[in-house]
């Protein structure tokens, strides 16, 4: 054999060396593939199957609620509901800033005439301080 026939035999190799386990790779990678995809479809089937009922559902309701003549009244208290919802969103809009000014004014409005009731105020008993750890060590160095 030339030296050209054996470069190509160990090209050739190491070409079907690398593209094997590609190859290998590839296919588990279209077989998982295939996998997920079959059951996404079934779960797509059954989601689809689901909105188609529960449209028929509401088309059949809607044509008896036209029929009954109730459709309208629906309609009119959905509007009705949403017009008293606006209201009550323009309301508290209002009512927030208003809130937020008159509550610290109440406030110190009750304070004062908790001041005006008590005559005599004494001042607030000061809190006990926790000892310092030298002085609780110190003390269990003289007792012990």
Known sequence: MEGWQIALVVLAALLVGAVLPLLVQLYAALHTLRSVAEKSAKDVEAALLAIHRTADRLDRLGAALEKDGKMAEIVEGAANAAQMVNQLRGTMQVAGP???????????AVRAWKGAMDPDPSPPAPEEQPAPAS????????TG
């Open 98 to 108: 208003v809130a937020a000014a008159v509550v610290p004014a109440v406030m110190a």
């Open 135 to 142: 002085s609780t060590r110190e003390r269990k160095e003289a």
